[in-house]
């Protein structure tokens, strides 16, 4: 027992009780800095009780109000200026014993960056027990390993991250987390909301919760940090506020059936989404001054967001994910073994504090990011075409130090050869690619690829040409048949009033005419793959979407007509049909001209991207070299057109 309380027992002149000074912690609050005293009270009867008291208690006498049992003072004012005077004494021969943080995530104090936890702080030399922040359930539960275990647990974790494939896109949005706050100061914001969605069983909470584990501790401490959407909204923004640096969990977005529930939902996704995009608290919930120091990760099996709001957020579809065995595996693994993540985002964390106090990286970093940003944006085209590339941009940077972390740790040429970086690049444009998708569709895609299509291709209009029906009778002349048949020499072939291929010469033509644009099927697949191809060449589209532009996704956009066909219970879309071919037969220097069937795609020709099409090269039956002849039956040609073109054209979605 130090000299103060040995006055105070010995005397009872002040108190019948006595104080043991135990040390002080400094409080760090917004730059400020308030000493917290450690004081412990003995009662008369053996009663004991830890105080801790701030300057401005000890200062107004009124500590000895916190104390929680009977006592009795003779003179408190003697007793508070003997107490004050014996901490000043001691005070000046020792160190704090903690630092106390008011907050979680990144402090710079004293040139210095540190990680902080509840329980301590991860700083350039280590895990340090004695600085630590003042907001609780945020508990480190790995440990740093050391330097020579760093190798096995990086190439464990790779293994893991190319067996999991989607996973590793999770693990790179986390580290986007940890590097938020710092690199804000730079002027570039990594701020972005991770969507992750699926069919239930996908495994959607289980990846939620281990790949985004920083902190590596058990499920049981997990999910006390993991939010739903049917929580009170103060609790859930409160729980964004103070989640600096590590990520904030929101889990199981479903159609709630009650209304009450799914308002709340859709108000709490809503101010999550903007509140991390934007970096501080949503003005609605009035502390719009409050910083939002890290990233959410949502996961739900179902998603109703606006255009303004997909444009905030990355998309991850993983709906049947647990369906291969290597996938659940990998989430067994962790299962098991909680505390690797916290090993491995533990040591990133160690190693990028030393890397905040170099200029040298930091300039790099910045100007790697602006260089990335001053590239073609093959997404300008669609709506929110900005913010994609933007967020592309930046899992490009939080990949750049990724790869420098690996470097730093020796194990380049073995991430290659186990094919990580490849997988994280992939799940990098896959992901951007879902998002672009999710905001604008591909129509802008479409639309691009078309028009390089038109671009190269010439159109023949059908002339409504007379031919008698035999060359002994005057009386009976149609239509020339020849004309409205595909050539080898078409691409584009517009008949502009359907109805009358099947008239006589005297129909006029309807005052509201049946256009009809069609191409054969082989050379329209042929020019889409020449189309898709320049467009990528040019910029235009990223490389991933190659595979993305079918059939199926033009007549979505309305570019290709189709007809929805019902046999029993199934429904299916028919966008090929057959159409009309002329052929020509030579025998002896003499050509007869005939009709076979042939695969062909009509288009809708009132879709924006035809309106190039009136510009391109034309040429008509007459420009070949053997005419117009034309011996082709007349009843069999109709039946086909009429059937090419029979029923309603369906435009868009089913």
Known sequence: ???????????????????????????????????????????????KQDLFVSSQELNAGKWHKKIGFLIQLRSAKKLNDLVIRTIQEQKNTCLPEKRVYHKLGWKKWEGEWRFLFTNGAITSSGFSKQEISSIQGYEFGAELPPKEKVTELETQFAKLLVKGDSISLVFLHSLMSILREPLREMGFDLGITLWIYGTPSSGKTEILRYLTNIRGVSRSEIDKRIFSPSEGI?????????????????????????????????????????????????????????T???????????????????????????????????????????????????????????WFAKKLN????????????????????????????????????????????????????????????LGVYKVMEKNIDKVIEETAILVD?????????????????????????????????????????????????????????????????????????????????????????????????????????????????????GIIAYRNETSGRTTRRRYIKDYPEAKIDWDNDKQTVYMEETSAIQFNSFSPCFEGLAEAERYTLEDLEWGCANTIDRGECNTLVKAFVAGKVAQGKD
């Open 1 to 47: 027992m130090d000299q103060l309380a040995k006055i105070v027992m010995d005397d009872k002149k002040y108190a019948d009780f006595c104080v043991k000074y135990c040390g002080y912690d400094l409080h760090i609050e917004n730059e400020e800095v308030h000493p917290i005293y450690h004081l412990q009270v003995v009662g008369s009867e053996g009663e």
């Open 234 to 290: 103060p609790l859930v923004m409160s729980g964004l506020a103070e989640s600096a640096g590590i990520p904030f969990l929101l889990d199981d977005v479903k159609r709630e059936k009650v209304q009450g529930r799914r308002d709340n939902a859709r108000v709490i996704i809503d101010w999550v989404l903007r509140s991390t995009y934007r970096g501080n608290l949503v003005k609605t919930y009035d502390k719009s001054k409050t």
């Open 441 to 557: 569709g591909i129509t802008s895609f479409c639309i691009s690829v078309m028009g390089e299509v038109i671009k190269s291709s010439h159109i023949r209009k059908a002339n409504f040409y007379e031919q008698k029906k035999s060359w002994l009778d005057h009386t009976s002349p149609s239509w020339d048949m020849r004309e409205f048949c595909l050539d080898e020499e078409d691409e584009f072939l517009l008949i502009d009033d359907v109805e009358r291929v099947w008239q006589s010469i005297s129909y006029i033509g309807s005052v509201s005419p049946r256009i009809v644009l069609l191409m054969a099927q082989d050379k329209f697949q042929k020019k889409l793959e020449q189309a898709v191809q320049k467009v990528i060449e040019n910029n235009k589209m990223p490389q991933g979407f190659r595979g993305k532009i079918t059939l199926k996704e033009l007549a979505d956009c």
């Open 292 to 350: 939002v120091d890290t990233n959410a990760v949502i996961t739900g099996e179902y998603m109703e967001t606006d255009r303004s709001q997909s444009g905030r957020l990355l998309y991850m579809d993983i709906s049947g994910y647990l369906n291969l065995k290597e996938h659940s595996d990998v989430i067994r693994t962790f299962q098991e073994n909680p505390k690797i993540t916290g090993y491995i985002y533990g040591d990133f964390i160690r």
């Open 358 to 417: 170099c200029s040298e990286s930091l300039m790099e970093w910045k100007q790697f990011y602006r260089e990335k940003q001053r590239q073609s944006n093959p997404y300008l085209k669609l709506g929110d075409g900005v913010r994609i590339y933007e967020n592309y941009c930046m899992l490009q940077l939080t990949y750049y130090i990724w790869k420098q972390y690996i470097m730093y740790c020796g194990l380049e040429n073995q991430m290659f050869e």
